[in-house]
């Protein structure tokens, strides 16, 4: 396993008419694609409801990190659904209202 990927730790649980990935650690270039192979994985498997992503444990974001989170707002939005971000650090905040994101995603 590289060691961006040991950086970067998604537990998934569910909450009434919600997926739930929470996500912790550093979301870069190594650790992207594994985010992005568990929330296509939880998309098509769940039929109805909103995915929702905490971000509470999140410590880094690049611009891998952020295209992953954009192709899952799109997914969504394709099913009818909603991508929420929840408890997005200040320092992502930052950076979502920096590249114009905060006005396009859904932040709880």
């Known amino acids: 396993?590289?060691?961006?990927?040991?950086?970067?730790?998604?537990?998934?649980?569910?909450?009434?008419?919600?997926?739930v990935l929470s996500v912790a650690g550093q979301l870069d270039l190594l650790s992207a694609p594994r985010l992005a192979s568990e929330l296509m994985a939880v998309q098509f498997t769940q039929t109805d409801g909103d995915l929702i992503l905490d971000l509470g444990g999140l410590t880094f974001i690049d611009s891998?990190?952020?295209?992953?989170?954009?192709?899952?707002?799109l997914t969504q939005?394709?099913?009818?659904h909603r991508l929420v971000l929840r408890n997005v650090p200040g320092q992502v905040a930052r950076l979502l209202?920096?590249?114009?994101?905060?006005?396009?995603?859904?932040l709880e």
Do not use: K, Q
């Not at 396993?1 to 997926?19: H, K």
């Open 77 to 80: 939005n394709e099913r009818g």
């Open 64 to 73: 891998s990190g952020l295209r992953v989170l954009i192709d899952a707002h």
């Open 1 to 19: 396993m590289a060691s961006g990927e040991a950086d970067l730790t998604i537990d998934i649980g569910v909450e009434p008419g919600a997926a």
């Open 97 to 106: 209202e920096v590249t114009n994101l905060a006005g396009r995603l859904v």
